[in-house]
């Protein structure tokens, strides 16, 4: 049974700091990699999506890394700014559903 | 346009009671999900639908009733509302229910039930 973890579960940073937020799972026979967005009381925004034959994806400061063997991948977010302070979700993909880790809740200080 | 939109956004109602949500994509999507996220903040799949015909069923009470018309819609219907019911519920859609890009999941902005 894939189970998916996110460490840590809280993350405080000042602005401007380069910051990685981790994520293992413990099947590696998964399809892609997803990660996300969550601003309090609203939906889910898709930020990376790395399909299981890419190693990393980037987009603006966000890159990601997939390391399907070990059962890990980071988020590596360049120069944190206050709008960055959300919950970030990283979920896999196998068998037709997504399963998600439990979130890192970042909050980025002017 | 949003791409995937829920109604209602909240819902306040009493045990007992039986209620629906609406969920519809513009993306052209064959797949469909529902999501039920918990006061923990985690998120958990209920559904998946693909053109029309389930496809998952998570372990959900059967009192939880989902109902595609089209591809574009999945509607969520919840009979005997109890207070564990309470949760924010999010739908979903993505090309496929496979891998690659069209793997890739866009989500509603989520409808948040309060069970009294």
């Not at chain 1, 700091?17 to 309090?40: G, H, K, M």
Request: proline share 4%.
């Amino acid at each position: 049974k894939q189970e998916v973890t996110q460490i840590p579960a809280a993350l405080s940073v000042p602005e401007g700091e380069n910051l990685v937020l981790n994520c293992s799972f413990t099947d590696s026979a998964i399809y892609n990699l997803q990660w996300f967005r969550q601003d309090p009381g609203k939906g889910l925004t898709s930020l990376l999506l790395i399909q299981s034959s890419q190693r990393e994806q980037t987009s603006g400061r966000l890159n990601a890394s997939l390391d399907k063997s070990s059962g890990r991948s980071t988020l590596y977010i360049a120069a944190s700014q206050p709008g960055d302070s959300a919950t970030y979700l990283c979920a896999v993909t196998g068998g037709g559903k997504l399963i998600f880790g439990q979130g890192t809740e970042l909050s980025v200080k002017p | 346009d949003t791409a995937v939109s829920q109604t209602p956004k909240y819902l306040v109602t009493q045990m007992g009671n039986d209620k629906s949500i609406k969920c519809e994509q513009n993306l052209g999507h064959d797949t469909m999900y529902w999501y039920k996220q918990d006061s923990k903040k985690f998120l958990k799949i209920m559904f998946s639908y693909n053109n029309k015909e389930l496809i998952i069923n998570e372990t959900v009470p059967n009192r939880f009733s989902p109902k595609s018309p089209d591809k574009a819609h999945l509607n969520l219907h919840i009979n005997s509302l109890e207070l564990g019911d309470s949760a924010v519920y999010f739908c979903a859609s993505s090309q496929d229910p496979g891998g690659g890009a069209a793997g890739e999941l866009f989500f509603g902005e989520g409808s948040r039930l309060t069970v009294l």
